[in-house]
Structures are given as C-alpha cells and as structure tokens.
C-alpha cells in the first residue's frame, strides 16, 4: 500500500442559505482543489452527499458535478455513510492512490440543506423501521446520550457549555465559518432554546449549505503538485451495533474506540502524539464522547476538558480549531473535507490566529448517524 | 497493486415481490458469500443500493444491514452510482483489496422496487433541474436512442426483438431468474404494449426485488478461501457529459468506449479474448449499443448479432447468459453482483445447460443513467 498525501484544498464559505446550486457549489471546489495543485484533469472523483435525494431530486451526483466541473470522462462514484458521507468520500479517495491504480483522486463534498426540509431526511440515518416510527431524531439520540451523561457523571448544568463556547471562539479566524461574527458564552448556551432536553439550540451544529474538496496523491509523487503536501498517516473505519439500544454501553461508543485504534495502529501512533483534534461536534454531548473514544479523557472526564480550557487552542488538546461542525457549519457531505482543509491550514502554518502552535499531527473523526459509523484520519506533516 | 480474486458469492432468486424485508436480504446474501469462502468475519462491507432512500425511508444503509449480518464492528460504506450502483460497489471493493490494505472485502446488493413507486426514483438518475421537470425517464432517454438507431441504420422493426428473446431463453437454465418459466418470441416483443415508442414492455428488463453479494480477496491468498477462485483482471470506471443532449454522438456511448478501453488496457486484453459478456441489457437497444461500444460489432451493426444468433451461448458473444437483467431481473444495486455470480458460475463450468463452452474470459458492463456512468469489469479463470 502506498502513502498518500493531501495536495490540494478547496472550500467554499459555509451559509445559512446559499443562493447557488448543488452542482455550482461542487464544481467550483472541485476546479478550486484542481487548480491549487496546478492540474487540469484526475483520474477518479468521488463525490460525498447525504440529502440531495430528497431535497434536490438528485441521485447520479457523482457524475452530473464531474460534468458541470469540466470532467466527463473521469472515473465518477457517490460514497456515503449517512452524516459521516465526507469522511466516506475520503476514506474511497484514499484506497483508490493507496491501490497504486490512482494517480490523483479528488474528494468532493456538497450538501445543501436549506432547500426543502432536511430534518426528515436526516432522522432516514437512524433505523426507519425500528426507531423512526417512534419518531426518533439524531437529535433525539443525542439528547438521550446527553441526559444519561449528565446524570451518571454528575456533571453540572453548564459542563458541556464550553465546547460551544470553544467552536464559536475559533471560527473567528477562519473565513469560510457560517458563525465567524457570533461569539457566545456558556451562560448564552443555557439560556438558548431547548430543542430535546437537555439538548439547546446552542449544543447543536446548524442545518447549512457548503461544499468542500481535497485531491489526494501519492505521497512520494506530491511535490509535483503541492509546494506545502501533508501525509495522510491512517483512514479507518468502523461501525457499532445499528441502534443504540443494542449497545451494552451507550455512552463508550465502541465504533469510536476502534476506529481510532485502527488508525493509531495504522500510523504507529497514539493519543499523546495527537497535536489537535478536528472533531464531530455536531452535538457538543458527541465532541465530549468523542474525546473520551479516542483516548484523551477517562470516561465521565470529557467534558472537563473544555470546562477547564484543554480545548482551546493553547490547551492540552485543541479541538475545531477553526470552528468545528457547530460555529463553522455541517454541511454533512463536505463536513469532513472542511476538516481536511482546515488542518492542511494548521499544518503547514496557516490558520492565522487560531495556529496550533508547533502542530505537525492531526486527528480527524466524522460520525454516521448515532455513533453508528466512525470514520478516522490521521494527517501530519 | 495486487491482484484480486473472487473468493465467494451469494444470491436470492429474483421475485417481482419479495416479502422479506431490505435488511433481511442483505444480511442474507452478505451471510451466504462469507459461507461460500469459509469466513465468519470481513475487513470491509461495502453496499449497493439505488432506491432505499425514498422507498424503505432507509439512508444509513451500509451499517445497518452489516449489523444485521452479525458483522458490526466492520468498516462499512455505501457507493452508488445510479442504475450502475452494483459495479460502483464492486468496484470500491476491489480498490480495497487492490490497496494491500484489505483482505477481505464483501460487496452486498440489495433492491426492493416492489415498495411504492420506483419509476420516479428512478428517473432521478437524469438530470433534476434540466430534464426530469420535461419528465424525462431513464425509459423515454433510451426510446430516443432507439427511434434514432432504428432510423439511421434502417433496423427492421423486429431487429432488436431478439436481445429479449435471447435473454428469456438462456433464463430457463437459471433458477434465480424472475422470468425463468417465461419463453418469448420475436413476435411477442412485438405484440406487448408500447412504453414510450418505440420501446415496447418486452424490451425492458422489470422492476423487481433481489439481492446478491461478492467475496474479494487477495488473488495470492484466494485459494485459502475457495477451491475455485477467479481473477478481476480489470476494473474500470468512466463518464460521458451527463446529459445525452450534450453528447455530439448520441449513440457512441462514449463512457462504455471508454471504460471498456481502460478495463481492456489493464486486462492487456480485446475484445477478442472475451468468451461472453455479461451486458447491461435494462433496454434492448442499450444491449446492442454496448455491444458495439465494446468492440464487437461496427456503428450499427450490433441488432445483426441479435438477429443472426450470434449472441446465443453458442454464438460469437454470447450476452446474458443467465438472462440478463432482462429475464433475470435488475433489482438494480444488486445487479452487477448478480451478474459476477453468474461470470463465476461460467468460468467454473457450473452454469449447466447455460454453459458456454470454454469460457474463460468474461466482460461485465453496467450502466449508470442514459450511458452516463459506465464501469467494465474484465473476470477470467
């Protein structure tokens, strides 16, 4: 299996409502990611999107965005893994350079919420014959975890507050965050509206539209493309039990733990050598487990972490260092390949004023549906 | 990149309407393909499947049928590709096992289309803003294509008849066909009710419930799963622009050149080592223009094929040997694994009465939309 290497990034600014189209949106990023390695072609493209079946009417996206990109011809595939989709795009990118078959491999991720209603589509993550019916939401599944978390751990009102507090702080600097102007305290958590209790307004990633791209190559032919290429030093995969209902401790998130371990085996690393985490914070319950799966707090200690500023960008373990799915955005399709971008930025030294300083390796996790399927990266320099 | 092998398969008979549920389908044939090779784990489970989004209201599809297959914990991803889902499937597990990275990997089909209406669903593989709102079809885009190979090469109304008539026959050998009871002449093509002029109902393959699944390997490990393995000799995927309107030579189907080009190249094979092919016959005329775009017959010349027996199983090229998504079925994310079973069942002299002597060397083709996503499998003993 060969290394691969990140050569080319391209995203568009997350918006509430954006007033272009789905394939207007993945185009441009994928010409962007293309033109910042100096190429006119790949050899596959693989597309990442959950929604646009219902929301859009779409179901041959791969393709149609490849056309609209200048592209027909090329090797065009959807990836999906429900809200994990950009992180299911990569991982495919990834196998297709590391096969030796794929020369350059282009990720693309586009999702476009705000037409249509996107929650139905995305309780369709969850079990539509056993858990929807009951009227089960992933907000929903959250806010169970949420309430089990706060109760067993004892863990006060405003614990979890900070990861919200730390997401909205970051996205300052970055741009192309949909929240870059909106700073919020953890008093401004409590008092945001209860969506599910315990779960507020302010805990939740907002419904958004944006795309992102990362074309991957092998590493040992990267310096023809990129001036600046980072390592991608593990991609693994892994699932728990469908429901969480079936899971012998809700609160571990096995598929988490493993897919973790799988990489640090992968990459020959552990915790310790981790330099920042971009995390799926879509609820900041499941950035607080997260942390925990991926072995940088016991169990129960998670939310300390951000309680005590070990989030932040100068703490002990620095998580959506430029805004995180909740102050950047979720626009689930290309969540993951804002994340890539993003620790390009920090790796090779360009996140401005939310820069990691010294950081040199990176922990990328996206999550499908409830803890269902975890997807983890591990990017260095 | 190293070889892969084929170290198992599993399928379901086809039915217009199958009582069990997606899950259970999909559990069964995953189950079964592990049986086949003596395994009771995989490193990766990838999933096909077009339709469950709108019809089983069911999008985190690739865990969940893992789990139901007692396999949670496994890395687990849905690829897609429109009517071509099955390929697209097939095609990332190869890149898995091709990578070094993965041993084994299951590629699983599953369709249920007797659930609500699948005709709109399906229509989503066109164009969503450019074509479906004229309402556009997958069946109206290839009567188009019909009426303009009938015209310009003055094809006798009968003449792409015998496709039908072929696939029927060679379905009585297979008891996994939904139409294996069901024998067709030319003259019955051509009484059945017109669909959109000039396809007739006994021209198109039908809406139908299946499912099947593949077992890859490493192709220097294959024996330790299976006493009959076969070798993916190639694996390639291409697009055309993505509405047929663009195209200068409608007709051409550039992405089935293409693609048979690139599969041919790596296979270091032509079409004249190919001893059948299973084709994507889901419209008469599609059978024949694939067969020209693969190089067995000039511009305008693949309906003679049909009509001059060549394509029977003891003809030139024989096509559907197991009745095709014809008289098989085309329960469509199932459908090239369906097809692969049938490729693995040839090259191992157990296709019975079906068999075509000698066969070695197969071609598998499956197409996404109007031609637009095409992905060649080259199979061989």
């Known amino acids: 299996m060969r290394e691969v290497a990140v050569v080319g990034t391209s995203q568009l600014p997350v918006e509430m409502t954006s007033d272009r189209s789905l394939r207007a949106m993945g185009a441009d990023v994928a010409r962007g990611a293309m033109e910042a390695a100096g190429v006119d072609r790949v050899d596959a493209f693989y597309l990442g999107n959950m929604l646009s079946d219902e929301l859009q009417g779409q179901k041959h996206l791969a393709s149609l965005i490849a056309d609209e990109a200048g592209l027909a011809g090329v090797e065009a595939l959807e990836v999906r893994a429900a809200t994990a989709t950009g992180a299911a795009c990569l991982r495919v990118a990834h196998l297709a350079v590391a096969s030796g078959e794929v020369e350059l491999a282009l990720a693309v991720g586009v999702e476009k ?16 014959e056993y858990e929807v019916p009951d009227g089960a939401t992933l907000i929903r599944r959250n806010a169970e975890m949420m309430q089990l978390y706060l109760e067993r751990y004892d863990v006060p009102e405003d614990g979890l507050s900070h990861f919200s507090v730390n997401a909205h702080r970051n996205a300052r600097h970055n741009p192309n965050a949909v929240f870059r102007t909106k700073q919020i305290t953890a008093q401004d958590v409590l008092a945001s509206r209860v969506i599910y209790p315990p779960i507020r307004l302010f805990d939740c990633s907002p419904i ?23 390592r991608v030093l593990a991609s693994a995969v892994a699932t ?15 598929a988490a733990r493993l897919s973790a371990q799988r990489a640090y085996e992968q990459a020959g690393l552990g915790p ?15 950035a607080c487990l997260l942390l925990e799966a991926a072995g940088f707090a016991e169990a129960g200690a998670g939310w300390r972490l951000a309680q005590e500023g070990e989030i932040g960008i100068e703490g002990r373990i620095p998580i959506a260092t430029l805004g995180g799915l909740k102050a950047r955005g979720h626009p689930i399709g290309a969540t993951a390949l804002y994340q890539t971008g993003e620790i390009v930025q920090q790796l090779t030294g360009r996140a401005g004023a939310a820069q990691v300083d010294g950081a040199r390796t990176a922990l990328l996790q996206s999550v499908g549906g409830a803890a269902t399927t975890l997807i983890t990266h591990i990017i260095a320099v």
Chains 1, 2 share one sequence.
């Open 113 to 128: 919420m705000s037409q249509g209603v996107a929650t139905p589509a995305l309780a369709k993550a969850l079990d539509a």
């Open 208 to 230: 958004c539209d944006g795309a992102a791209a990362v074309l991957l190559a092998p590493a040992e032919h990267a310096h023809r493309y990129s001036e600046a290429p980072v």
């Open 240 to 254: 728990d039990r469908f429901r969480v209902v079936d899971r012998s401790e809700p609160l571990r998130l096995d």
């Open 272 to 286: 310790q050598d981790i330099d920042f985490f971009e995390v799926h914070d879509a609820f900041s319950i499941m």
